[in-house]
């Protein structure tokens, strides 16, 4: 029997930069961050939801050779990465609180279908769309 998701990863192209975005700005905390040579584990998880992580994983050896690295990299650069969801009590106000740090936005909170959302992305490209749920 399974009990469901524990990790689901990002490739970022820093980790440093990945893990001081997701602690410094989104207000997450580091769950695991441990190396064995080149490689590093580095989770982060939500403070209001500690049965899952997010995986800040660099593309590259033991993984992936150097071109596949690359490819990667230019693809999440890119933003062609599905979008994760981020859900918010008061979208306009996270967004001013984020945007006030220094978060990129691609878009600014909108009213759809009786919910609010907005779309940013982290330091690699990743996008995310915040929602505030209908009330």
Not at 70 to 86: F, H, R, S
Not at 89 to 101: F, K, P, T, V
Not at 109 to 118: I, Q
Not at 125 to 131: A, E, R, S, T, V
């Given at each position: 029997m399974t009990q469901g998701v524990s990790v689901m990863g990002l490739y970022v192209r820093d980790q440093d930069e990945a893990l001081a975005f997701y602690v410094d700005k989104l207000g997450f905390i580091v769950h695991t961050d441990v190396g064995n040579g080149d490689y590093r584990w580095l989770t982060v998880q939500h403070p209001e939801q500690l049965s899952f992580q997010l995986g800040l994983f660099r593309p590259g050896p033991p993984v992936h050779d150097a071109n596949t690295a690359q490819t990667l990299n230019e693809v999440v650069a890119k933003g062609a990465m599905p979008p994760l969801v981020l859900m918010v009590d008061d979208c306009r106000a996270a967004y001013e609180r984020l945007s006030a740090l220094g978060v990129e936005f691609t878009q600014a909170p909108v009213d759809r279908y009786g919910a609010?959302?907005?779309?940013?992305?982290?330091?690699?490209?990743?996008?995310?769309?915040?929602?505030?749920?209908?009330?």
């Amino acid at each position: 029997m399974t009990q469901g998701v524990s990790v689901m990863g990002l490739y970022v192209r820093d980790q440093d930069e990945a893990l001081a975005f997701y602690v410094d700005k989104l207000g997450f905390i580091v769950h695991t961050d441990v190396g064995n040579g080149d490689y590093r584990w580095l989770t982060v998880q939500h403070p209001e939801q500690l049965s899952f992580q997010l995986g800040l994983f660099r593309p590259g050896p033991p993984v992936h050779d150097a071109n596949t690295a690359q490819t990667l990299n230019e693809v999440v650069a890119k933003g062609a990465m599905p979008p994760l969801v981020l859900m918010v009590d008061d979208c306009r106000a996270a967004y001013e609180r984020l945007s006030a740090l220094g978060v990129e936005f691609t878009q600014a909170p909108v009213d759809r279908y009786g919910a609010v959302d907005a779309g940013f992305r982290d330091p690699s490209g990743n996008g995310w769309k915040m929602i505030e749920p209908k009330a």
